[in-house]
């Protein structure tokens, strides 16, 4: 369905880099009309400037911590007194730090629950009102596979993609008769900046590099999937295969993966 997104209004938080600024490259190629949030404006601004030069197409973007549930309510505000409506919204900000539970001070354990989950759901707050009005759009959830296998040192995080899951499946019951399209997506490791943040040794993504997806794979599956009715993307399919079978047998999957779950 080439240019399935042409003049599509399409909200990208995280937009700024990795997979978030991909999904606004494939969007903006088929002539969606973008509306990009980050916290960084510059990054942002470079963007703008790479696409409305070589798709001529419309981006708007605002610097935006979804963390600050103040900006949220006014930069959304602002944003749908301007186009109108929402007709894919990408809940992608997010990041983790992988620490022993015992490890992660207090601010961290919040940070990440502020962006991963409270961020995500105010964000989904400002635009359900006129999807349901119109009786269309789609709420596509950056989940992980976390959300799925908890490991070890990655305590917080996983609880946080946890709680998307559940919002998300939530979610998705509400508003089926309305029309709206609810997607999780749940990759692995992905070759971002992410573990900048998340991995500060370095271990993690020594022992698990040959794995990692990258960016530009990942968009294009989410892009391929707006505005239709998916359930979920899992990414790469052998670890969803995992944790489909951490599910059935819980205990033999721990076991037997304990070497590899502490690589971290």
Same mark, same amino acid.
């Given at each position: ?8 209004? =399409? /909200? =990208? ?80 900000? +997010? ?44 709420? /596509? ?5 976390? +959300? ?39 990759? +692995? ?55 489909? =079978? ?19």
């Amino acid at each position: 369905m080439q240019n399935r997104l042409q003049g599509k209004n =399409i /909200i =990208i938080t995280g937009a700024s880099g990795g997979i978030g600024a991909e999904m606004a490259r494939l969007c903006a190629s088929q002539q969606a009309n973008l509306i990009l949030f980050a916290r960084s404006l510059d990054k942002l601004e470079q963007l703008k400037k790479e696409l409305e030069m070589k798709f001529n197409t419309s981006v708007i973007i605002r610097s935006l911590d979804v963390s600050n549930l103040e900006a949220v309510q006014y930069v959304f505000t602002e944003v749908l007194a301007e186009i109108g409506y929402v007709d894919v919204l990408v809940n992608n900000a +997010g990041f983790g730090i992988f620490r022993h539970a015992h490890e992660a001070s207090f601010d961290e354990i919040k940070a990440m629950f502020d962006v991963n989950v409270v961020g995500l759901m105010a964000c989904t707050s400002m635009v359900l009102p006129t999807m349901k009005e119109r009786k269309s759009g789609h709420i /596509i959830n950056i989940a992980s596979q976390a +959300g799925k296998i908890a490991t070890p040192k990655s305590s917080i995080y996983s609880a946080t993609k946890h709680a998307v899951l559940g919002y998300t499946n939530s979610l998705r019951m509400e508003v089926s008769d309305d029309g709206i399209f609810v997607t999780a997506v749940n990759p +692995g490791p992905i070759a971002t900046n992410f573990f900048k943040i998340a991995d500060q040794e370095g271990t993690y993504v020594f022992n698990v590099q040959r794995f990692m997806l990258q960016p530009e794979y990942v968009a294009n599956k989410v892009v391929n999937r707006m505005l239709t009715k998916t359930r979920e993307i899992n990414l790469p399919r052998w670890m969803n295969a995992g944790s489909i =079978i951490h599910t059935l047998f819980p205990r033999t999957f721990e076991w037997v993966g304990k070497s590899a779950f502490n690589k971290k």
